[in-house]
């Protein structure tokens, strides 16, 4: 099994920064991708950033795209949302998620991805 725990967020204000972390522990072998997503009240969850495994192609929404950088520790088993310029719209529960499916891409789909954590709250006040 693989646990993900994210840690990081908080309410700041608009034009802040914040850089959220997702600390994996138990099987961190053969992860084949990671990838950031966010939940805003009565929305659906959305895909935010992601990186494949060997952190060689990254990928992000149109939206944070500019102002999100996304980046991985293999050392330390961790993966990181970095945020600038944030803005009331990025307020949500933040999730990073794992793929151990085979594969070399990286991936911006819910289903794509085997293990998630519980979640970050950001909230940025205007």
């Known amino acids: 099994q693989v646990q993900l725990v994210e840690s990081g967020g908080g309410l700041v204000q608009a034009g802040d920064s914040l850089r959220l972390s997702c600390a994996a522990s138990?099987?961190?072998?053969?992860?084949?991708?990671m990838g950031w997503f966010r939940q805003a009240p009565g929305k659906e969850r959305e895909f935010v950033a992601c990186i494949n495994w060997n952190g060689a192609s990254t990928s992000y929404a149109d939206s944070v795209k500019g102002r999100f950088t996304i980046s991985g520790d293999n050392a330390k088993n961790t993966l990181y949302l970095q945020m600038n310029s944030l803005k009331p719209e990025d307020t949500a529960v933040y999730y990073c998620?794992?793929?151990?499916?085979?594969?070399?891409?990286?991936?911006?789909?819910?289903?794509?991805?085997?293990?998630w954590g519980q979640g970050s709250q950001v909230t940025v006040s205007s």
């Open positions: 138990g099987r961190t072998l053969n992860v084949h991708g």
């Open positions: 998620a794992q793929r151990h499916m085979y594969g070399s891409l990286c991936y911006r789909e819910i289903a794509e991805y085997d293990y």
